[in-house]
């Protein structure tokens, strides 16, 4: 009888996953730019024709139908799957700029700004924006992981998920905030890292009372 695959196995194959999806997905990115930005990728973004417009949504879509579908296969309850996929997202994102960096030198800086997603309008700002968010996600899922392995009860109250929410929205409103003047194929504004810091060190504030809570309540 085959013995079950141990947690640190696991966490191997999905690190390796994202680093893989990473690499597919920069691929796809180096091709796009090859076509659309020649001479190197620089706002004000170039409007690519609606129906291969289409296929890139869909393309992001299917990337988090990926991430989710491996998530929930390396995991055997919803804390473990929530984890896997903090992870391999974190993972994924971090080395998609790693990978970019490899094969066009890009990005310049931190502060280097690039378009990060589509849906449901133009998600635009600094690389280490994101590189943030991924850094604390994967942090968040070992410590998670680690308290499941301990065999803690793990279990949030409503107002610790609505305060998540409005921390990921917060984040979320700092990535299109000037969705309207770069669709209008204008030059990116200040960034508004107000409201991101507000959201990420709100959604960090919680989750370390969180954790600290749930210590104490297996104790």
Known sequence: MKRKA???????WVWIYG????????????YLRAIYYPNGFVFPLKMIPANLAVIEIGREVITMVMLLAVSFLA???????????????????????????VFLGWPASFL???IL????VPWTGPVLAPVLVS??????????????????????AKWEWTLTGLS????????????????HQGMPRPFHWGIFWIGLLLGIGVFIRWYYRTIRKSA
């Open 75 to 101: 995991g055997r309850n919803f804390w473990q799957r929530l984890s896997f996929f903090m992870m391999s997202f974190g993972i994924w994102d971090i080395f998609y700029y790693f990978w970019l960096k």
């Open 6 to 12: 141990t947690l640190r196995t696991i966490l191997f």
């Open 135 to 156: 850094v604390t996600m994967i942090i968040a899922a070992f410590l998670i992981l680690k308290l499941d392995r301990k065999g803690a009860v793990l279990s949030a």
């Open 168 to 183: 990921a929205v917060l984040i979320v409103v700092s990535f299109i905030f000037d969705f309207r003047n770069i669709v």
């Open 19 to 30: 680093i893989a999806m990473a690499y597919f997905e920069s691929a796809v990115v180096v």
């Open 112 to 114: 280097t700004w690039d």
């Open 117 to 120: 997603y589509l849906i449901p």
